[in-house]
């Protein structure tokens, strides 16, 4: 269930008036609110960073400290980055074990315009950077107004 603050102007109720006037938009809206209750049910592991690196760029950095690459997986499936650990193969006998691999899923969710351009993991940070490419007909461009032209009247009878 979405939250919002006691001082917001924004209810729930808005966001449904929103999805009847809208096109196209349906799934955008719930992709958003399916994120707000993913996010109410998050821990906070791991820690992560989002970065704007230019104007369309942008990284997500995030601290997988003592995992390797093989424990690791990202998948993006219909807007939607996860990023998880595999299931931890115990391999012998530990008389204690106080570096824990905490399992973990953690979700983005990205805009249409997005691309993945690349993943990796160097000490510990795994990095995910991400282009936003714009289709033309999106670019802002100047429309020319130009001078009405005489209608072409008919006569009714």
């Given at each position: 269930m979405l939250h919002l603050a006691r001082y917001?102007?924004?209810t729930p109720s808005d966001f449904e008036r929103a999805l009847g006037i809208?096109?196209?938009?349906?799934?955008?809206?719930?992709?958003?609110?399916?994120?707000?209750?993913r996010s109410e049910s998050a821990?906070?592991?791991?820690?992560?960073?989002?970065?704007?690196?230019?104007?369309?760029?942008?990284?997500?950095?995030m601290a997988v400290a003592g995992f390797s690459k093989e424990d690791l997986e990202a998948e993006?499936?219909?807007g939607i980055l996860m990023v998880r650990s595999k299931p931890d193969q115990e391999e012998?006998?530990?008389?204690?074990?106080?570096?824990?691999?905490?399992?973990?899923?953690r979700s983005f969710t990205l805009s249409d315009d997005m691309?993945?351009?690349g993943a990796d993991l160097i000490n510990g940070m795994l990095t995910?950077?991400?282009e936003r490419i714009i289709p033309e007909e999106k670019k802002s461009r100047?429309?020319?107004?130009?001078?009405?032209?005489?209608?072409?009247?008919?006569?009714?009878n």
């Open positions: 917001s102007s924004i809208t096109v196209g938009f349906d799934s955008m809206f719930d992709r958003f609110l399916g994120e707000v209750e821990s906070g592991y791991p820690p992560y960073n989002i970065r704007k690196d230019e104007e369309n760029i942008y990284t997500i950095e993006l499936k219909e012998g006998e530990y008389l204690h074990r106080g570096i824990a691999k905490r399992a973990f899923s691309i993945i351009k995910i950077s991400f100047m429309i020319e107004i130009g001078e009405p032209t005489e209608p072409d009247l008919k006569e009714i």
